[in-house]
T-cell receptor, first 113, second 112 residues
Framework: EAGVTQFPSHSVIEKGQTVTLRCDPI?????LYWYRRVMGKEIKFLLH????????ESGMPNNRFLAERTGGTYSTLKVQPAELEDSGVYFC???????????FGPGTRLTVL | GQQLNQSPQSMFIQEGEDVSMNCTSS?????WLWYKQDPGEGPVLLIA?????ELTSNGRLTAQFGTTRKDSFLNISASIPSDVGIYFC????????????FGKGTKLTVNP
C-alpha cells in the first residue's frame, strides 16, 4: 500500500510569489490533515478535510492560504502571495474515518526568500 | 491553545546508552502519542497510550502515560545509530477535527 505522498519535496520562491503544494493521501483515507513546522517550533495543525469538506480550518494562518480537496482525493495548499514567515516544512497526513492513527507524508520544505 | 512542553530539546549520547525524554502539559489529555521523524521523512507513530498509568513497550522503546494525565515519558534502551532523529510527543485534541497537538521535539544524536 502506497503511503502519503507530497509534491514537491522542496520549493524555494521569492516573497510575493505563489506556491502550490500537493498531497496524495493513502487510498481510502477520508481524513486529510495539513500541518506546518516552522524551524525550531512545534508541528502545528493547519486544517482538516473529511472527504472534500473542510471540517476544521482553525489553524490556517491567514487568507493567503487556500486549501482544496476537490473530489475528496488529493489536496492542494496554495500560498499567495508568499511571505518570509511562511517558510517551514508543510506536512500532510491522512487517516481512515474510523481510526485515530494519522499517517504522515515526507513533507514539503518551503523556503521564501 | 493547548501546549505540550517537551524536554530535553536535544541529546547527544553514545551508542549503547539509555535515553529518556518527557512531555508535560497544564491540560489533561486522554491520549499520548510518541512519533519519530527521520531526516527527510514525515513523523512515524512509535507508541500510542490511551489510559492513565499505561506503560507500553515497542522493542527497545517504552512509554508511559502519567497518572495525572498531564505528562508522558519515552525511554529508549541500548541506543543504536539508527535511533537518530527527532522524537515528538503529541496528543489528540478532540472535538470535531481530532487534530494533533505536538511538542517541539527532542533531537537525538547517537555517536557510534
Amino acid at each position: 500500500e502506497a503511503g502519503v505522498t507530497q509534491f514537491p519535496s522542496h520549493s524555494v520562491i521569492e516573497k510575493g510569489q505563489t506556491v502550490t503544494l500537493r498531497c496524495d493521501p493513502i487510498s481510502g483515507h477520508d481524513n486529510l490533515y495539513w500541518y506546518r513546522r516552522v524551524m525550531g517550533k512545534e508541528i502545528k495543525f493547519l486544517l482538516h478535510f473529511v472527504k472534500e469538506s473542510k471540517q476544521d480550518e482553525s489553524g490556517m494562518p491567514n487568507n493567503r492560504f487556500l486549501a482544496e480537496r476537490t473530489g475528496g482525493t488529493y489536496s492542494t495548499l496554495k500560498v499567495q502571495p508568499a511571505e518570509l514567515e511562511d517558510s517551514g516544512v508543510y506536512f500532510c497526513a491522512s487517516s481512515r474515518i474510523d481510526t485515530d492513527t494519522q499517517y504522515f507524508g515526507p513533507g514539503t520544505r518551503l523556503t521564501v526568500l | 491553545g493547548q501546549q505540550l512542553n517537551q524536554s530535553p530539546q536535544s541529546m547527544f549520547i553514545q551508542e549503547g546508552e539509555d535515553v529518556s525524554m518527557n512531555c508535560t502539559s497544564s491540560s489533561i489529555f486522554n491520549t499520548w502519542l510518541w512519533y519519530k521523524q527521520d531526516p527527510g521523512e514525515g513523523p512515524v507513530l512509535l507508541i500510542a497510550l490511551y489510559k492513565a498509568g499505561e506503560l507500553t513497550s515497542n522493542g527497545r522503546l517504552t512509554a508511559q502515560f502519567g497518572t495525572t494525565r498531564k505528562d508522558s515519558f519515552l525511554n529508549i534502551s541500548a541506543s543504536i545509530p539508527s535511533d537518530v532523529g527527532i522524537y515528538f510527543c503529541a496528543s489528540l485534541q478532540r472535538g470535531g477535527s481530532e487534530k494533533l497537538v505536538f511538542g517541539k521535539g527532542t533531537k537525538l544524536t547517537v555517536n557510534p
